[in-house]
């Protein structure tokens, strides 16, 4: 009759501790859970943050397009004015007063 009294404790002692583990995992697994989401929410702040850089670095690349194109134009005019200035000299080249 001792023999059933002793594997009654034994198993009674067994399912305790394994409840005990059980109940850990449980808790460990809740805090793994909370940190999750505590990444996931900082990780969507960033994704937002980046979106806003990607827009604003749009912008700012069509603000250099546009002086880039500004800058073609004004080379452009700066080529024809030049050419214009050594037509100029070559005509007054041509006249004697201003040569020595």
Known sequence: MQRPILIGAALLV??????????RAIDCIAT????LIKANAQLGTAN????EMQAKLADT???L???NANLVLTNTK??????????LDQVFQKFT???R
Do not use: C, H, M
């Not at 067994?14 to 109940?23: I, P, Q």
């Open 78 to 87: 700066f080529d024809e004015t030049n050419s214009r200035f050594v037509a």
């Open 48 to 51: 937002e943050n980046i979106a």
């Open 32 to 35: 793994a859970n909370a940190e």
């Open 65 to 67: 397009d546009q002086t």
């Open 97 to 99: 007063p201003w040569k």
């Open 14 to 23: 067994a399912g305790y501790f394994t409840l005990t583990r059980v109940d």
């Open 61 to 63: 690349s069509r603000k």
